[in-house]
């Protein structure tokens, strides 16, 4: 099998924690440069000093606010005059949780922002140097929902499920340059993202952050409660040589936990 990306530069968006930052860690350990891309520049450098690196690599950095798709846009095709990205890794936090009913149209707008957009405007930027020479990985971080909508995440999971019709159609559009398309669907990863929704879980049903916890394990065929490295696993083999016959797939990372097909 080759996973090898020696003489391949990965842009991963989201990489100063959680996901992001663990499927940074796993493409640098595949031979991959990486160029980081988040807010806090600060967390940037933190980041970057923890990267395996061998003399094949060079990482860097962006600084860019995906609630900002015009900095974000400016910002990577800066960066694309000097360097061309083969893998690109679209990530970023979700939307704040509660009933679809209750959110307002401007919380649907930031995220569709945030998310669907910041995408679009990533993958015209990158897609380019991708098709001339033939081979490119994009591989988008989504949810779960995209199969089954998650209860209490009503704009995360219509946003989410934009995202992945979004990737289907772009898989079937890249797919004779060599590029692929592929969404990986975290469900219960022990990320940021997650000790938020435990606690606010925590204080809605007035039970105990340990209680929520073993409540959603309960729901996991796994049995436990997944790592953000799991799922980088799952991203970083997509990305690889290797993977170059999957196409348009959505990928659940959740032990079993998804109902659905």
């Known amino acids: ?13 989201g990489s100063t924690q959680g996901i992001g930052k663990a499927a940074a860690v796993e493409l640098a350990l595949l031979g991959a440069s990486i160029t980081l891309l988040a807010r806090n520049e600060d967390a940037l450098k933190d980041t970057l000093q923890h990267l395996p690196a061998d003399d094949t690599e060079s990482h860097d950095y962006l600084v860019a606010d995906f609630s900002k798709p015009d900095e974000v846009k400016a910002v990577v095709e800066k960066y694309l005059k000097d360097h061309n990205v083969d893998i690109l890794i679209n990530n970023t936090g979700g939307p704040p949780a509660g009933p679809a009913l209750d959110a307002a149209a401007a919380d649907y707008i930031q995220a569709f922002n945030n998310h669907l957009v910041c995408n679009q405007l990533l993958v015209q930027a990158i897609t380019p140097y991708m098709k001339k020479s033939a081979w490119g990985r994009i591989v988008n971080v989504i949810s779960t929902s995209v199969k089954t909508p998650l209860k209490g995440l009503g704009v995360s999971n219509t946003i989410r499920g934009a995202v992945a019709s979004w990737a289907k159609t772009l898989a079937s559009e890249l797919g004779p340059f060599g590029i692929t398309v592929n969404n990986v669907l975290p469900s219960t990863s022990m990320t940021g993202r997650l000790e938020s929704l435990i606690k606010s879980r925590s204080e809605k049903e007035s039970k105990s952050p340990e209680e929520i916890q073993q409540d959603m394990i309960s729901q996991i065929p796994a049995g436990r409660i997944g790592t953000a490295e799991d799922v980088a696993i799952a991203i970083a083999f997509l990305t690889s040589p290797s993977a170059g016959y999957i196409n348009g797939i959505n990928l659940p990372v959740d032990g079993g936990r998804t109902p659905s097909l």
């Open 1 to 13: 099998m080759n996973l090898d990306l020696t003489g391949k530069r990965a842009l991963v968006c």
